[in-house]
C-alpha cells in the first residue's frame, strides 16, 4: 500500500508539473478553441490570438512562471518558427485561410508563438524537473546536427529529402545519451531518444487539434478536415531535437560564462 501511495504521489506530481510545463501551449490551444466561436468586431481571429499571446507571455514572466533568461531562449525560437513558418506558407506546405493584420508575407505573427510554445515547454521542465543529460555530444557535431536538420526543412523542397539520413546519424550519436528528472523525490531515466519521440508524438497529436481549430491548414484539409499525415511526427522529431539542442547550447554556454565570472572574482580576490 505505501508504495502504491508513493506512485500515485509521485505520478500526481508529475501530471502537475507537466501542466506547469504546457501553460504556453495550453493558452494557444484554448484561444484557437474560443476565438473559433467568439469573435470580437474589428479584430481578425489571427490578431486576437497574437494579442492573447503576447499579453499571456508577458503575465508569465511578471508572476514568474518564466524568467527573463528563459524569455530570450522563447523570443529566439518565436523568429526562428516565424522564418520557417514564412517559407512554408509560401512553398504552398499548408495555408492561413483566414485575413489578418499581422500577416507577415502569407503567415501570421502569432504563428511563431507556436514554436515558442515548444521552447516554454523546454525550459520549464528542465527547471522543473531538474533535467541533467548524460552522454550528451560535442557542441561541434550538435550544432552541425542542428543546421543541417533546419537547413533540410528549406532544401529539401529543391532537392533531395535528407531526413532519414539525418534521422540514423541522430540515432547514432544519442544512441547512449540519456536524461534524468526528479518528480519530487523520485529521479528517473530515459534514454533520449526515447524523449524526442514522445514529445514529437504528442505534438502531433496537437497539430491535429490545431488544424481542426483551423490554426492552420494543410492542402489536403482544404475541403474537409482530416488527419494529418502520420510522417508528420518525423518533422516534430527533428525539430523537437532542435528546440532541445538549442536550450542545452545556451545553457551550456551560461554555465561557462557564470563559472568564468566566478573564477575571475576568485582571481581578484587572491590578488
Known sequence: MTLLRKFLRTLLLFTWNQALCCVFAVVIFASMAITKVVTIPFIPRYD???IICIITQILMVR????????????TLFHIIGLGLEVFKVNMGSWAYLEP?????W????????????????????WRRFHLQFHGWPGAAITVTLAVLIY??????????DFRYVIMAALAVVFIRTSVTFKVGTVQLKQPILISFLLIAFFIWVAENILTLFGAWTYPDQEGAWRLVH????????????????????LKHVKYKLQQHEY????GVRQL
Open 230 to 249: 502520420w510522417g508528420k511526427v518525423t518533422s516534430w522529431f527533428m525539430l523537437v531535437i532542435i528546440s532541445i539542442m538549442i536550450v542545452v547550447q
Open 63 to 74: 508572476y514568474k512562471l518564466e524568467t527573463v533568461d528563459e524569455l530570450k531562449v522563447i
Open 100 to 104: 489578418a493584420w499581422t500577416k507577415f
Open 48 to 50: 486576437l490570438i497574437l
Open 151 to 160: 537547413a533540410n526543412f528549406f532544401t529539401h523542397h529543391y532537392i533531395y
Open 106 to 125: 502569407g503567415a501570421p505573427l502569432y504563428s511563431g508563438f507556436m514554436y515558442a510554445s515548444i521552447a516554454s515547454y523546454i525550459c520549464q521542465a
Open 263 to 266: 573564477d575571475s572574482k576568485e
